[in-house]
Every structure is written in C-alpha cells, then in structure tokens.
C-alpha cells in the first residue's frame, strides 16, 4: 500500500481539530511519548497504514544508526511537498534533535512508510520558513516546539525525503 499522501493545505476537521488539541496537551503529549510510539509502528505494519493510535497521521522512519549501523524505527508524523515527503525534528520541543536526526544524517538513505527514500535536511532559510508553516497547519503543535525551543536557541530542523 503505497504511503497515504498528507496534503498540508487541505482544511481539516473538527474531529481532526479536536485530536489536534489533545495530543497538544500535556495528556496528550504523554501519551504520545509513551503509548502510541510503542503501538503505532505495530499497527501501521498490520494494517498497511490505515489505522494507528495517534490522531495525527504517522508513518514508520526506518534509518541506520549513526553510531551503531542499527536498523532503528521510529513513527513520524510527516506531510508532502509535492512528490516529496518532509519530516520535523521537532523532538516534542526539547533542547536536543531526536536520534533520527543525527542517523539521517550520518545515514541519508532510509525507509518511510515502507518506501524507499533520500533524505536531506532543508538548510535555505526561507525554504524552511516555507515547510515549517505548512508543518504547523498540518500539526498545530509544531508552533508549541518551535515557541518552547525560541529561548534554548535550538533550531527545530526539517527534512525533504526524495524518493529513491
């Protein structure tokens, strides 16, 4: 099944705006971080992407270890720019990028959703800026990270995947 496509201009709904503002709080977030990491890759895998505990659409990232040269996995919330997926490493708006970060990389060749892809992170500021908005409509507490890392002076860094 190939990867749901994630239109970031698409008006969304209210059931998506009702678990939009749950997952921003801290219940939310908890369970995030805690819960749905752990069941949403199972579920994604044994229904082929059409069901997972999160209410915002997620995929698995599947990179190789930095460090390690590990297979590592990790569920994403993601959205498209045209043919391309982008990814937030965002990390719930912590002083440090997520593992992901550094294994993209070290590794830039990875999986998503089952596909395979090119990852590169967007370094033109405005391009940023651009993705970083769109981000923030399709997940609206990508605005809590990014107003949570202003003070820390960590800047929350966005990945173009190009399919391979």
């Known amino acids: ?19 939009s503002a749950f997952g921003r709080s801290p219940v939310g977030q908890f369970f995030a971080r805690h819960v749905a990491r752990h069941t949403d890759p199972l579920l994604f895998r044994l229904t082929r992407g059409r069901i997972n ?7 698995p990232l599947v990179t190789t270890g930095a460090k390690s040269g590990e297979r590592r996995e ?9 043919d391309d997926v982008i990814l937030v490493a965002s990390n719930f708006g912590g ?10 990389k070290a590794h830039p060749d990875c999986e998503f959703g089952g596909e395979p892809f090119t990852a590169a992170e967007v370094t033109d ?38 399919p391979r």
């Open 74 to 82: 990790v569920q994403l919330t993601y959205f498209h720019d045209h």
């Open 53 to 59: 505990v999160s209410p915002i659409i997620n995929a």
């Open 95 to 104: 002083t440090k990028n997520p593992q992901w970060y550094h294994n993209l």
């Open 1 to 19: 099944m190939p990867l749901p496509y994630v239109d970031p201009h698409k008006k969304r709904g209210l059931g998506y705006e009702i678990a």
């Open 125 to 162: 500021p405005d391009e940023h800026a651009r993705l970083y908005a769109l981000a923030e409509r399709v997940y609206p507490g990508y605005r809590d990270y990014r107003e949570a890392t202003a003070d820390t002076g960590r800047h929350i860094p966005v990945f173009r995947l190009t």
